[in-house]
T-cell receptor
Framework: KAGVTQTPRYLIKTRGQQVTLSCSPI?????VSWYQQTPGQGLQFLFE???????NKGNFPGRFSGRQFSNSRSEMNVSTLELGDSALYLC???????????????FGPGTRLTVT | DQQVKQNSPSLSVQEGRISILNCDYT??????FLWYKKYPAEGPTFLIS?????DKNEDGRFTVFLNKSAKHLSLHIVPSQPGDSAVYFC????????????FGQGTILTVHP
């Protein structure tokens, strides 16, 4: 069974631009969660999508948005990029809602975003 | 507000000895705890978990202990192997954080041959 895939793996953007990251979950998984990893901050939760609906949201500004398609693939968009948005963006998929016991999350390799 | 804290940024251990990674949390509503391991250029991989109704869970060389009164959990790796060298994250979920994992900052474990 293929794992979680994320594209692109690496991205360089300049301040003020916008970016779209893509995540394809494991086949059959309906939940996709997004996390931001920065040095010293660990992984911080962005949002979770389940059956095309945002079910949970972290403490990030409105510049960070996402969506999920009927095939469970998800995209994350960051508008008006800032230098501080440079990070590794990880997505994770699970069979059910991430908060439900037994539904472990499986992570993709991440997209390394550098904002210059 | 860091609800899950891993106060040791790094840990160095000799091969064959025990590695103990610690994690503290502040949210008493957390009811499920997990440990993830992360190698460079890869996403975190699930290692072991524990429900708040238990105080210990074991899986091979890995054991997680939970002390709810102290809001503390630890991961024991015995015996440690060089392949265990990675970043270890503890995570928690439950209560108002239902549906999301709250991660610690991670601890870099280095196991020397």
């Amino acid at each position: 069974k293929a794992g979680v895939t994320q594209t692109p793996r690496y991205l360089i953007k300049t301040r003020g631009q916008q970016v779209t990251l893509s995540c394809s979950p494991i086949s059959g998984h309906r939940s996709v969660s997004w996390y931001q990893q920065t040095p010293g901050q660990g992984l911080q939760f962005l949002f979770e999508y389940f059956s095309e609906t945002q079910r949970n949201k972290g403490n990030f500004p409105g510049r960070f948005s996402g969506r999920q398609f009927s095939n469970s693939r998800s995209e994350m968009n960051v508008s008006t990029l800032e230098l501080g948005d440079s990070a590794l963006y990880l997505c994770a998929s699970s069979l059910g809602l991430a908060g439900e016991a037994g539904y472990e999350q499986y992570f993709g390799p991440g997209t390394r975003l550098t904002v210059t | 507000d860091q609800q899950v804290k891993q106060n040791s940024p790094s840990l160095s251990v000799q091969e064959g000895r025990i590695s103990i990674l610690n994690c503290d949390y502040t949210n008493s509503m957390f009811d499920y705890f997990l440990w993830y391991k992360k190698y460079p250029a890869e996403g975190p991989t699930f290692l072991i978990s524990i429900s708040s109704i238990k105080d210990k869970n074991e899986d091979g060389r890995f054991t997680v202990f939970l002390n709810k009164s102290a809001k503390h959990l630890s991961l024991h790796i015995v015996p440690s192997q060089p392949g265990d060298s990675a970043v270890y994250f503890c995570a928690a979920k439950g209560g108002t954080s239902y549906g999301k994992l709250t991660f610690g900052q991670g601890t870099i474990l280095t196991v020397h041959p």
